[in-house]
Structure formats: C-alpha cells, structure tokens
C-alpha cells in the first residue's frame, strides 16, 4: 500500500539565514509591515494521528463542506437534501462527527472548493476496510456519511457557542455604530445650536 507522507512546513526566513532574520527584525522595529505569508494549501492532519501510517490518505473519499451545506443549491455543491443538510458548517465541525463516528479521516483547512475560491477546507474519509466493509455499518457509503453529518453538526456544542458568539459580537458591534451615529447626530446638533447663538448675539 502507498503512503503519503505528511509533512508541515515551517517557513524559514529567504536567503541568509540569521542576517535575514535579523534584517526582518529590523524592519519590524522601523514600523514596516511584515510580509503576508499564504498557508500551505497542502497542509493535512490526520485524525487520529497514528492512522497517518496505516492508511493512504490519497484513496479516501472526499467531502466539502458544500457538499453538506442546506444554505447551498445543488449547482453550487449542495449533494444531499436540503432538509438534510446544515447551514454554513465548517471542516472542523465536519471533523467533530467524523471523530465520534469513529472513522479514521484527514482535514485539509486550507484546500479551497473549486466553485467557490473563498470557502476553505474538506474532508477525507475511510469509510470501508481493505476488503470493502464498512468501518461503521450506520455510514457505509457517501451519501448515508453526508446525511449523519448534517444531521448531527447543528448539536456540536463548539459550533453553538462560535454561532452564538459570533451573534453577540455582531449585535455589540451593530450597537456601538448605533451609539456612535447617535453622538454624531448629537453633536451636530450642538453646534448648529452654538451658531445659530452667536448670530443672535450679532444682531
């Protein structure tokens, strides 16, 4: 069997070893901007860890969180029902299900769906063994896998709490530009006030 070897790159500074790291102090202490460095779109981690050598990750079937998506059409990766699917699920939601399926599978944070460049993430799962049974008889194909995780991913209690988070960080920010509309409005208002005052005072 064929493995894939996985390896996380570390980014080291371009040509000169330490007088580069030390010229990217330098800049950084002068205030300049430190260069964007993309992710490696080939990063991959394996759940568990130790089943990066007992399978080959490049055989596994894949799933993108589109795929699973009930806020998606089926043009734009949608592959399930629409009732069966969960809105806006992540790879890290998708992987929390694989994990108490118990299904060996690698996560790609990085690998961007081909129809939509901006969502980030997929999947890959062993769904059967060697001989072609399935690890777990409750999933054992794609589309029973996809429908389990739509059906489980909106009770994950990480998602919950990032959704409801997320609610509250918008609802705080939706009132802090309403308090400061407000303070501008306010004091526009004093000023058309403080003029209008001292014309009076001219007459």
């Not at 490696?40 to 998506?69: C, G």
């Not at 399930?80 to 299904?103: H, N, R, W, Y």
């Not at 999933?139 to 409801?164: A, Q, T």
């Amino acid at each position: 069997m064929s493995r894939r070897r996985v390896v996380v790159k570390q980014q080291k500074p371009q040509g000169g070893g330490m007088q580069a790291a030390m010229k990217e102090m330098a800049n950084f202490e002068d205030g300049m901007p430190t260069p964007y460095i993309p992710p490696d779109k080939n990063t991959l981690y394996v759940r568990p860890a130790e089943a990066l050598r007992r399978m080959d990750v490049s055989k596994l079937i894949v799933i993108w969180p589109n795929n699973v998506d009930s806020t998606r059409t089926i043009k734009r990766g949608r592959r399930i029902p629409k009732a069966s699917g969960c809105p806006s699920p992540t790879v890290e939601d998708m992987s929390q299900v694989l994990e108490f399926l118990q299904l060996w599978h690698a996560v790609e944070p990085y690998k961007a769906y081909p129809r939509e460049p901006w969502v980030l993430g997929r999947v890959r799962v062993r769904l059967v063994d060697e001989d072609g049974v399935p690890w777990n008889p409750e999933v054992p194909d794609r589309p029973s896998l996809m429908k389990k995780m739509g059906e489980l991913m909106p009770n994950l209690k990480s998602r919950i709490d990032r959704i409801s988070k997320a609610k509250k960080d918008a609802e705080a920010l939706a009132r802090a530009e309403k308090e400061k509309a407000a303070a501008a409005v306010a004091a526009a208002s004093q000023s058309n006030m403080k003029k209008k005052g001292k014309k009076k005072g001219k007459r």
